[in-house]
């Protein structure tokens, strides 16, 4: 992955646009940090292969930048993202690491299932 190029990105995400894709969204901002500190209160979501249909997408901030998609009754974004690319099979890939490099943040969108 590279840093975000916000024209690139916005090209990638008009293109699936008004397709039946497939979502992955992930936050984390370390489930296992509560290990070795109680007082860490841990939360994240996951969500894997949700079918949706969008009807624009727009990468928006000054980075870490911010991508949301317009569905037909509400919205989908992820906040914090820092990198991206267009995978070998056309899987759009956007991530956002922390200051140690650590994942915090993924959103992806593939025309067809992640394994």
């Known amino acids: 992955m590279k840093p ?3 024209t690139t990105v916005q090209s990638w995400i008009d293109s699936f646009a ?3 894709i497939y979502l992955h969204l992930e936050t984390t901002n ?3 940090a509560s290990h ?3 007082n860490f209160f841990s939360a994240g979501a996951y969500i894997r ?3 949706v249909h969008y009807e624009h997408g727009k990468i928006v901030g ?3 930048y911010r991508v949301g998609l317009k569905l037909a009754i509400g919205w989908v974004y992820a906040e914090g993202l ?3 690319m267009l995978d070998e ?3 759009l890939l956007m991530a956002g690491h922390d200051q140690q490099g650590k994942l915090a943040v993924a959103l992806q969108i593939s025309r067809t299932p992640f394994e």
């Open 4 to 6: 975000i190029d916000t």
């Open 18 to 20: 008004n397709e039946e």
């Open 30 to 32: 370390g489930a296992y």
């Open 36 to 38: 070795f500190n109680e």
């Open 49 to 51: 292969n949700a079918q």
């Open 62 to 64: 000054d980075g870490p």
């Open 82 to 84: 820092t990198h991206a």
């Open 89 to 91: 099979e056309e899987r």
